[in-house]
């Protein structure tokens, strides 16, 4: 999706939906996205900035409830993770984990979704 599409995604979410945007260019490191993760989305003191912790803590939330769900926009996707591209799957695995997850609470289920923002970068193949 176009960047400057990505305004408009956030802009029709319902109101009792918390929105999150997080920057892919300072992600692009493990520790960069850790780091992203925590400041944007306000992570407790205790998160242990590895991949085991960014899971706990987007399974948890209960420091920042939202009954109408989540929203993670993650601009400048491209970038992310950019020098361990290894980790990629990894990550993406946690994100649809965590929106499973949430999907399946009791009751109706509490929406988690990832929108991954950016042109795609071209090969030369």
Not at 48 to 58: H, I, Q
Not at 104 to 109: C, D, E, F, M, T
Request: hydrophobic share 35%; charged share 20%.
């Amino acid at each position: 999706m176009p960047r400057d599409e990505s305004s408009e995604i956030t802009d029709q979410c319902p109101d009792r939906r918390s929105v999150f945007r997080l920057n892919g260019v300072v992600m692009e490191s493990t520790q960069g996205l850790f780091g992203e993760f925590a400041e944007k989305m306000q992570f407790p003191s205790y998160f242990g900035r590895n991949w085991a912790a960014l899971e706990d803590c987007l399974y948890d939330m209960t420091w920042s409830p939202s009954p109408g769900g989540y929203l993670v926009v993650i601009e400048e996707w491209p970038a992310v993770l950019r020098g361990s591209k290894e980790n990629i799957p990894v990550f993406l695995d946690i994100l649809n984990d965590v929106g499973s997850s949430w999907a399946q609470y009791p009751g109706a289920g509490i929406p988690f979704n990832t929108v991954l923002v950016g042109k795609p970068v071209e090969s030369d193949h």
